[in-house]
């Protein structure tokens, strides 16, 4: 089944966790100053910098949340690939070198490098705090999906795991560890995905996929008269009968595996099969579950598949890339989605169902939940799609955890050359996720509840050894990018709070200790965020991230490097206006009413969900007029000369 442990995976979880944390100990006694904790001594090469920017970037959202929404979307997964890379231009050309001659430990050190001002430290502090936690709460919400396959622990075990280990990585050496780690899994992870694109490729694209090994695949055909249903494929009616969005509809269990479908009568016959997977009160499975054996559960049924191939050929054999996405194209793919029912009695049943899908459909921008109103004619709709593509363009330069890296090098040169590093292994990595979203999309091995593990289900249609790699790497990754976000979290507290702004005396040895304290406080915050939002794709909830990272950090840095006039005042609100302005957007938005609040998303105060259209220009627009308001005299004439 697909939700089942193994001893090889467990073996393969156990190596890497182990290897973890032997680096961490091993590099434990480099971590001694405040130097060597935060910033690694600044003696990381450029090159182990670069794929350490991947390892580190590279995250649960990037590999389980883009191929998830990929694998049942389509195109509208990638478009976060592609948004993801275009910020690293930002990076590149503006942020890099400045930054590194700027700073010394946190984004706080850049920002009031040249004011010595305790606003901005305080606000550029919280704003790394707030900005971690929620881009926190994806990587412990992927750890957790990723524990269940491995170890057949439930969610929150998964997340506790993931909070232990991290926990021990960077209070026993730091940058240092944090660095080898994300080197590690970055290179791993890319050269991976490199290999399961390969076998993607190799395979090609069939109308009766493998699914996961051992497990017989069923597939319902359409257009079979109601009263002949029993004959097909050893299927029995069930008695209950009603109607489903609008239509009548019939329930049929196949005896052998179990699997429920629900067919939509027209007339006499059953003119739409579709093989389903059913929540009572949105919580436990029953009646037919894609996931395997177990209580009240059945064996898997094939789950994304190719229904019609160009040529109306069975099996295309190995494909080209291009050829592929070319194939993927011109082809018919059953996708998944899902409808909430309410009986009369109040009890709601959430089905999910099979949604034969053209390919130049899935292949083009508008086909997710998150994108579907592009199509249409409203025009919040298409600024809130703006507005996101906007908020992953800017947001990269603006994550405190990515931000602190470049103080790891020992030069700006290093800093500049770690950035076209990282730039080509993240973008290669991209390119492989929308391969990887296609073939788990017609692997015959998704989860139609979780789509956050298409990706190691995929290498799982291809070898139980294979899927135990890929899952544990994957949790390396993840562990790699919780990492960095406490080192920046715990940065800011006891380097930027407690030694800068409450102006607390403290040795280097005291300094250090501060931030394994604060990094275990953060540590404990991120697993309680990891259990409560347990059931959010991780991609939507890395969006969020980056709105805010944007919103509240960009605007001060860019105008800092970048016009003379600039006030600490003015950095100083325009941290706090961006931060609370686009904090404040996100939990008045439809999707936060709708997947936090739990209420109905009509009453959603804003228009749209992403603020970053609004909230960065108000960002700047603050800055400027906080700025021009308290330039003293003998500032005005300097600036001017």
Same mark, same amino acid.
């Given at each position: 089944?697909?939700?089942e442990?193994?001893?090889?995976?467990?073996?393969v979880f %156990?190596?890497?966790?182990g #290897?973890?944390?032997?680096?961490?100990?091993?590099?434990?006694?480099?971590?001694?100053?405040?130097?060597?904790?935060f910033? *690694?001594?600044?003696g990381?090469?450029?090159?182990?910098?670069?794929?350490?920017?991947?390892?580190d970037?590279?995250?649960?959202a990037?590999?389980?949340?883009?191929?998830?929404?990929?694998?049942?979307?389509?195109? !509208?997964?990638?478009?976060?690939?592609?948004?993801?890379l275009?910020?690293?231009?930002?990076? %590149?050309f503006?942020?890099?070198?400045?930054?590194?001659?700027?700073g010394?430990?946190t984004?706080?050190?850049?920002?009031?490098?040249?004011?010595?001002?305790?606003?901005?430290?305080?606000?550029?502090?919280?704003? #790394?705090?707030?900005?971690?936690?929620?881009?926190?709460?994806?990587?412990?919400?992927?750890?957790?999906?990723?524990?269940?396959?491995?170890?057949?622990?439930?969610h929150?075990v998964?997340?506790?795991?993931?909070?232990?280990?991290?926990?021990?990585?960077?209070?026993? *050496?730091?940058?240092?560890?944090?660095?080898?780690v994300?080197?590690?899994?970055?290179?791993?992870?890319?050269?991976?995905?490199?290999?399961?694109?390969?076998?993607?490729?190799?395979?090609g694209?069939?109308t009766?996929?493998?699914?996961?090994?051992?497990?017989?695949v069923v597939?319902?055909?359409a257009?079979?008269?109601?009263?002949?249903?029993?004959g097909?494929?050893?299927?029995?009616?069930?008695p209950?009968?009603?109607?489903?969005?609008?239509?009548?509809?019939?329930?049929?269990?196949?005896?052998?595996?179990?699997?429920?479908?629900?067919?939509?009568?027209?007339?006499?016959?059953?003119s739409e099969?579709?093989?389903?997977?059913?929540?009572k009160?949105?919580?436990?499975?029953?009646?037919?579950?894609?996931r395997?054996?177990?209580?009240?559960?059945?064996?898997?049924?094939?789950?994304?598949?190719?229904?019609?191939?160009?040529?109306?050929?069975?099996?295309t054999?190995?494909?080209?890339?291009v050829?592929f996405?070319? #194939?993927?194209?011109?082809?018919?793919?059953?996708?998944?989605?899902?409808?909430?029912?309410?009986?009369?009695?109040?009890?709601?049943?959430?089905i999910?169902?099979?949604?034969?899908?053209?390919?130049?459909d899935?292949?083009?921008?508008g086909?997710?939940?998150?994108f579907?109103?592009?199509?249409?004619?409203?025009?919040? !709709?298409?600024?809130?799609?703006?507005?996101?593509?906007?908020?992953?363009?800017?947001?990269?330069?603006?994550?405190?955890?990515?931000?602190?890296?470049?103080?790891?090098?020992?030069?700006?040169?290093?800093?500049?050359?770690?950035?076209v590093?990282?730039?080509a292994?993240?973008?290669?990595?991209?390119?492989?996720?929308?391969?990887?979203?296609?073939?788990?999309? +017609?692997?015959?091995?998704?989860?139609?509840?979780?789509?956050?593990?298409?990706?190691?289900?995929?290498?799982?249609?291809?070898?139980?050894l294979?899927?135990?790699?890929?899952?544990?790497?994957?949790?390396?990754?993840?562990l790699? +990018?919780?990492?960095?976000?406490?080192?920046?979290?715990?940065?800011?507290v006891?380097?930027?709070?407690?030694?800068?702004?409450?102006?607390?005396?403290?040795?280097?040895?005291?300094?250090?200790?501060?931030?394994?304290?604060a990094?275990?406080?953060?540590?404990v915050?991120?697993?309680v965020?990891?259990i409560?939002?347990?059931?959010?794709?991780?991609?939507?909830?890395?969006?969020?991230?980056?709105?805010?990272?944007?919103?509240a950090?960009?605007?001060?840095?860019?105008?800092?490097?970048?016009?003379?006039?600039t006030t600490?005042q003015?950095?100083?609100? *325009?941290?706090?206006?961006?931060?609370?302005s686009?904090?404040?957007?996100?939990?008045?938005?439809?999707?936060?009413?709708?997947?936090?609040?739990?209420? !109905?998303?009509?009453?959603?105060?804003?228009?749209?969900?992403?603020?970053?259209?609004? +909230?960065?220009p108000?960002?700047?627009?603050v800055?400027?007029?906080?700025s021009?308001?308290?330039?003293?005299?003998?500032e005005? +004439?300097?600036?001017a000369?």
């Amino acid at each position: 089944m697909i939700h089942e442990s193994s001893t090889l995976a467990v073996f393969v979880f %156990l190596f890497f966790a182990g #290897t973890v944390l032997g680096i961490s100990f091993y590099l434990g006694r480099r971590a001694k100053s405040a130097k060597g904790y935060f910033a *690694a001594g600044g003696g990381i090469h450029w090159a182990v910098n670069g794929v350490a920017f991947a390892g580190d970037y590279l995250s649960a959202a990037s590999f389980l949340g883009i191929c998830g929404m990929i694998a049942f979307f389509g195109y !509208d997964g990638f478009l976060y690939s592609i948004g993801y890379l275009a910020g690293w231009i930002v990076a %590149l050309f503006i942020i890099a070198e400045p930054l590194k001659r700027l700073g010394r430990y946190t984004f706080a050190d850049a920002l009031d490098n040249r004011f010595n001002s305790r606003g901005i430290k305080l606000a550029a502090a919280v704003s #790394t705090l707030v900005v971690s936690c929620f881009y926190l709460i994806p990587q412990m919400v992927g750890a957790g999906a990723l524990v269940q396959p491995l170890l057949g622990f439930p969610h929150y075990v998964g997340v506790l795991v993931v909070g232990f280990i991290v926990t021990i990585i960077v209070t026993t *050496a730091g940058m240092v560890s944090t660095t080898w780690v994300q080197f590690i899994k970055g290179t791993l992870l890319v050269v991976l995905c490199a290999f399961i694109t390969v076998l993607i490729l190799l395979r090609g694209l069939s109308t009766q996929p493998p699914g996961i090994p051992g497990k017989e695949v069923v597939v319902f055909k359409a257009g079979v008269p109601a009263a002949e249903v029993t004959g097909v494929a050893g299927a029995e009616v069930l008695p209950e009968e009603g109607a489903w969005a609008g239509k009548p509809y019939v329930r049929v269990r196949n005896k052998t595996t179990g699997t429920v479908a629900v067919w939509r009568k027209e007339g006499d016959r059953l003119s739409e099969t579709q093989t389903v997977a059913v929540l009572k009160d949105g919580k436990k499975l029953v009646n037919g579950l894609p996931r395997g054996k177990g209580e009240g559960q059945a064996d898997l049924a094939s789950v994304g598949y190719p229904s019609k191939l160009p040529g109306n050929v069975e099996k295309t054999g190995a494909l080209g890339p291009v050829e592929f996405i070319r #194939t993927m194209e011109e082809s018919e793919v059953v996708l998944w989605r899902s409808d909430r029912i309410v009986d009369s009695d109040g009890t709601a049943t959430t089905i999910y169902y099979q949604k034969p899908t053209a390919g130049k459909d899935f292949m083009a921008p508008g086909s997710s939940p998150t994108f579907s109103k592009v199509r249409g004619s409203k025009f919040t !709709d298409k600024l809130d799609f703006l507005s996101l593509m906007l908020a992953l363009f800017c947001g990269t330069a603006s994550l405190p955890h990515i931000l602190i890296r470049y103080y790891t090098v020992k030069d700006q040169a290093s800093a500049r050359k770690s950035t076209v590093v990282g730039i080509a292994a993240i973008g290669f990595f991209y390119v492989l996720t929308l391969f990887l979203g296609l073939g788990a999309m +017609t692997s015959g091995a998704l989860d139609v509840t979780d789509s956050n593990m298409s990706a190691p289900l995929l290498a799982r249609s291809f070898s139980e050894l294979l899927f135990a790699v890929i899952s544990a790497v994957a949790f390396t990754t993840v562990l790699g +990018t919780v990492s960095g976000l406490i080192m920046a979290a715990s940065g800011a507290v006891a380097h930027d709070l407690m030694t800068n702004f409450m102006k607390m005396e403290m040795n280097e040895h005291r300094k250090v200790r501060a931030a394994k304290v604060a990094a275990m406080c953060v540590g404990v915050v991120a697993i309680v965020l990891g259990i409560l939002f347990a059931k959010m794709n991780v991609n939507f909830l890395v969006g969020w991230a980056f709105n805010i990272a944007a919103s509240a950090n960009l605007p001060a840095l860019v105008m800092l490097l970048f016009w003379k006039r600039t006030t600490k005042q003015g950095i100083t609100a *325009a941290v706090i206006v961006g931060m609370l302005s686009s904090l404040g957007w996100i939990l008045l938005s439809a999707q936060a009413y709708k997947d936090v609040y739990g209420i !109905d998303p009509a009453g959603a105060i804003v228009p749209f969900s992403q603020p970053a259209i609004v +909230t960065i220009p108000l960002g700047f627009a603050v800055l400027v007029i906080v700025s021009l308001l308290t330039q003293r005299p003998g500032e005005k +004439t300097k600036a001017a000369a």
